[in-house]
């Protein structure tokens, strides 16, 4: 079973604009990690937050993280065609990760 | 190596055939993941290895569905009497330690995945 939900689940802009995406779980967590994923094959790791962290920055990411009300958002920004992808967050659960079902971005030129 | 890798890359089998799926690690880590990915879904856990034991197998979907680990290095998942609804990406990734309660679970590496097609 999943353990988050995410939104949107299809977000489209245009080069350059922001994105933002969010993610919602359900269980106390330690850390939470962001994946991108092109084209349903393997997943890449963006970036670890831990729970005792509220925001954390690599590159062109933002990510936030608001224990209180178990939801955090990953921001791209000046984005570009390159970024289209699917985006995923993800919990630990026991010894194993749990996925939201993910963002689909699409960045047009 | 360089990068959890995956064979086969493609895989196109008859309902009712055994097939084996194989995830090599990246060399040192001790943990080790399968999940599945449904045409469109997310990402379904099914089994995980710390070493060669594999202290939760939950996500199997069935008793058809079997995973092994030896040398705390390579896997095989099979699948016996493949059923068209087995038709998935698998996906493969390691981590280093795999982490701990304390400060959660280390980042994990993805293979590039299987594309199973059962007809």
């Known amino acids: 079973s999943q353990q988050g939900e995410e939104d949107p689940q299809a977000l489209s802009i245009q080069e350059g604009e922001n994105a933002t995406m969010n993610c919602s779980y359900k269980t106390s967590i330690n850390n939470l990690q962001w994946y991108r994923q092109n084209s349903g094959r393997g997943l890449v790791h963006l970036i670890l937050i831990r729970s005792n962290e509220r925001e954390k920055h690599s590159g062109r990411l933002r990510v936030t993280l608001d224990t209180s009300k178990k939801s955090s958002s990953l921001l791209i920004t000046a984005s570009r065609a390159a970024d289209t992808a699917s985006y995923f967050c993800?919990?630990?659960?026991?010894?194993?990760?749990?996925f939201g079902q993910g963002t689909e971005l699409s960045v047009k030129p | 190596g360089a990068g959890v890798s995956q064979s086969p890359s493609n895989k196109v089998t008859e309902k009712g055939k055994d097939v084996e799926l194989r995830c090599d690690p990246i060399?040192?880590?001790?943990?080790l993941y399968w999940y599945r990915q449904s045409l469109g879904q997310g990402l379904e856990f099914l089994i995980y290895f710390q070493g060669n034991s594999a202290p939760d197998k939950s996500g199997l979907p069935s008793d058809r569905f079997s995973a092994e680990r030896t040398g705390g290095s390579v896997s095989t998942l099979t699948i016996q009497r493949t059923q068209q609804e087995d038709s998935a990406v698998y996906l493969c990734a390691s981590s280093l330690t795999g982490g701990g309660l304390a400060g959660g679970l280390d980042e994990q590496f993805f293979g590039p995945g299987t594309r199973l097609t059962v007809l």
């Open positions: 993800a919990t630990g659960q026991g010894g194993k990760l749990i």
């Open positions: 060399s040192g880590h001790t943990a």
